[in-house]
Antibody
């Protein structure tokens, strides 16, 4: 069974940093693109970043470029999101997502999400 | 960026009804479109990929169609568990974008 379990969320002050982790199991992690998606309270879904299987290629949405960095450790079956210079508008539930290239890059498995609250 | 516009924003329907949700892309995306269902407090769930392919385990009352800029998600006979928010998504080009969502409510 595919499982994605996020951790690392919490309350952080504006300007602060946080590192989210996602532990993957039930599939060959190194064989998949991975992604982070967030959802602000009561709002829609916002894609943040993708990372290729070997970590060599990464894509970011402009709103987090230069502040958020996606990375992975295939030996630990883990995905990460380093978030710096956090702002109030970064408050959201952050989802770790598996990307299925065989299904036209659909997001086929999602974690349960971890809540990040940016507030003083 | 490719903008994804869903209509309607919300719809009320009854169990057994047929419901159609529309998604329009601001430029052509071929068949690079997916549909997701999200229930309160839960992560989104993939329903349809490649515009019309049903994800494994998704009931056959869900179907998708379209290509280019205009797409539809149809639920042929609503069940109580289908009341949720539905999102379309284009993974054709970066940044990947989602529609704003359509809330499906019980009439």
């Amino acid at each position: 069974e595919v499982q994605l379990v996020e951790s690392g969320g919490g309350l952080v002050q504006p300007g602060g940093s946080l590192r989210l982790s996602c532990a993957a199991s039930g599939f060959i992690f190194r064989g998949y693109f991975m992604s982070w998606v967030r959802q602000a309270p009561g709002k829609g879904l916002e894609w943040l970043a993708n990372i290729k299987q070997d970590g060599s290629v990464r894509y970011n949405v402009d709103s987090v470029k230069g502040r958020f960095t996606i990375s992975r450790d295939n030996a630990k079956n883990s995905l990460y999101l380093q978030m710096n210079s956090l702002r109030a508008e970064d408050t959201a539930v952050y989802y770790c997502v598996r990307v299925n290239e065989q299904q036209l890059v659909s997001f086929d498995y999602w974690g349960q999400g971890t809540l990040v609250t940016v507030s003083s | 960026d490719i903008q994804m516009t869903q209509t309607p924003a919300s719809v009320s329907a009854s169990v057994g009804d047929r419901v159609t949700i529309t998604c329009r892309a601001s430029e052509g995306i071929g068949s690079w479109l997916a549909w997701y269902q999200q229930k309160p407090g839960k992560a989104p769930r993939l329903l349809i990929y490649a515009a019309s392919s049903l994800q494994s385990g998704v009931p056959s009352r869900f179907s998708g169609s379209g290509s280019g800029t205009d797409f539809t998600l149809t639920i042929s006979s609503l069940q109580p568990e289908d009341f949720a928010i539905y999102y379309c998504q284009q993974p054709n080009s970066f940044p990947i974008t989602f529609g704003q969502g359509t809330r499906l409510e019980i009439k």
